[in-house]
């Protein structure tokens, strides 16, 4: 039996010793990855945190090759990437659905219009099935009922939304997704999680979420990664309570965990305990 997931025979998603170093302005080389590996296995939510800088923007970008890298090899689905025509990564990255901070919707597009985009892009499909597509995914984000209005009419949570529908429009086997909740406020965070948890459980999409959000992993992610400085530090499952973290991150997590499940602890007793002991 195969308890590692770093091991899996045929994961979803392979980095290999991918590197990238950026030009800054002033000329000099800034190497913003630095020679990682990993293995994402399919079905799970895979969190990529770090401080601001680390590193997680890019590596996120290399698995749909946004990002090229200048050394090492990105498999998806056993497909090597960056050896593949322009035309078979287009097609490739129908696959890989993803989000962004900033939500990044056609400002002038109604919202149907925005999820309808991919599917028109790449368009073999009719009018009849691309609407259908469109409704089915605005059902999934809980949006139906905006089909015809604007961004500037949305809140943040329902930008978010629709931008998670025109991830999913294509049938993606991966959703990336860059601080999806950084521009949202607590509540609204937790309904997109609850939604990106859903799509996960209930349609077996694979997500990476990069995130600085602790609160964020603690919530969403089965496995996390670690990175520091271009860096991979630690790999681990979140409920992998029993192997020592060596990243102050990994700590930090470990640490919100226990706080996290006292307080659920003392609520649970607090409920079995009925109503009256509260005032005890
Ligand atoms: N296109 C670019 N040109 C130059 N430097 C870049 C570019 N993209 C990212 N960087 C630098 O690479 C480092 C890592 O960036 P990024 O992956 O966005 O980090 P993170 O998402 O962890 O905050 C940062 O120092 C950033 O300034
Ligand atoms: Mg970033």
Redesign the pocket.
Known sequence: MNSNPSLSASPLIRLEAVSKT???PDGRA?E?VKSVSLDMAEGRVFGLI??????????LRMINLLERPDAGRVLVDGRDLTQLSKRELRETRQGIGMIFQQFNLLQNASVYENVAFPLKLHGNRGRAAIEARVRECLEVVGLTEKIHNYPAQLSGGQKQRVAIARALAPHPKVLLCDEPTSALDTETTRSVLDTLREINQRLGVTIVI?THELSVVHALCDHVAV?EN?QLVERFDVDDHATPRVSTLGRELAQEQVREDILKEHAARIEAAGPTSQAA
């Not at 770090?50 to 590596?59: D, E």
């Open positions: 950026f030009t800054l800034f913003a770090g401080k601001s800088g680390a590193g997680k923007s890019t590596l990069v990175l271009g």
